[in-house]
């Protein structure tokens, strides 16, 4: 049996005081572990479905798996979608507790996946197995954590993989900001707006995805800057149990999906 409560871990960071903390469900029994910012509650376990959803739905926009489809070998620019995918290559950003580059590493389609993380605290916490998808993603020979900023590489022409300017990926599944109009820090705005998706989409292959987690509302004005920059974009609502407060909760899934090459001629 564990405390009803434990601070894990608590570090000062360049934003903020991040803390990994655990405490015990009175009703189940089980334990929950969340993540603090300052004075802000990034994740916690107990609502996971969001992070869940926003793998299944980015990669499930992709196309499935057909004739003449390439199979598992070494990532390269020259790998595209094309008319059905197998060996996908993804980019997580963000790390948090690790629900969504675990949903991610469940489709057997991923061949890599590389997790994008500002805070090189909260790698740590995986590599030691102080959280519990942390040992299993850190042993996942598919999964590389890169220590970086997500919008600073989206913006730079050496993109997401230190070992490989300019590489291309399937998907970018990305889950930082509260919103697109609740970020973390002012600097990551600049994404959200048409010139910074435009930067976004050199690093997906034609056809390729990017998805988004929101914990507000669908954004009509924000799918509309979508729809101008991607061939196609779409919100989702996942709702899921809210034991906290009863009834229901929800999150939002943007998906977006360059266009292919067929398309862009």
Do not use: Q
Request: charged share 20%; hydrophobic share 40%; proline share 9%.
């Amino acid at each position: 049996m564990t405390a009803r409560f434990e601070e894990i871990d608590w570090r000062p960071t360049p934003m903020g005081d991040i803390s990994l903390r655990r405490r015990r469900d009175p009703v189940s029994g089980a334990d929950i572990h969340e993540v603090k910012l300052g004075d802000e509650f990034l994740m916690s376990s107990l609502f996971t479905a969001g992070e869940i959803a926003l793998a299944r739905l980015g990669l499930a926009r992709l196309p499935a798996a057909g004739p003449g489809t390439p199979g598992p070998g070494t990532p390269g620019p020259e790998d595209a979608p094309g008319p059905g995918t197998t060996g996908l290559d993804v980019v997580v950003g963000g790390l948090g507790l690790g629900y969504t580059a675990h949903a991610a590493l469940e489709n057997p389609r991923v061949r890599s996946l590389i997790v994008v993380e500002a805070l090189g605290e909260v790698i740590d916490w995986h590599r030691r197995g102080l959280v519990p998808l942390g040992t299993g993603l850190a042993s996942d020979a598919r999964c590389r954590f890169v220590h970086g900023d997500f919008f600073a590489m989206a913006a730079d022409s050496g993109g997401f993989d230190p070992g490989a300017p300019e590489r291309r990926f399937h998907a970018v599944l990305l889950d930082v900001d509260h919103s697109p109009r609740h970020v973390l820090h002012p600097r990551h705005a600049a994404l959200y707006e048409p010139a910074g998706l435009r930067a976004l989409t050199e690093r997906l292959h034609p056809g390729g995805v990017f998805a988004l987690w929101s914990n507000d509302p669908p954004d009509d004005a924000f799918t509309t800057v979508l729809a101008d920059v991607f061939a196609e974009a779409e919100a989702a609502v996942v709702d899921f149990p809210n034991p906290l407060r009863g009834g229901t909760a929800s999150n939002t899934v943007y998906v977006a999906r360059t266009h292919t090459r067929t398309e862009a001629d």
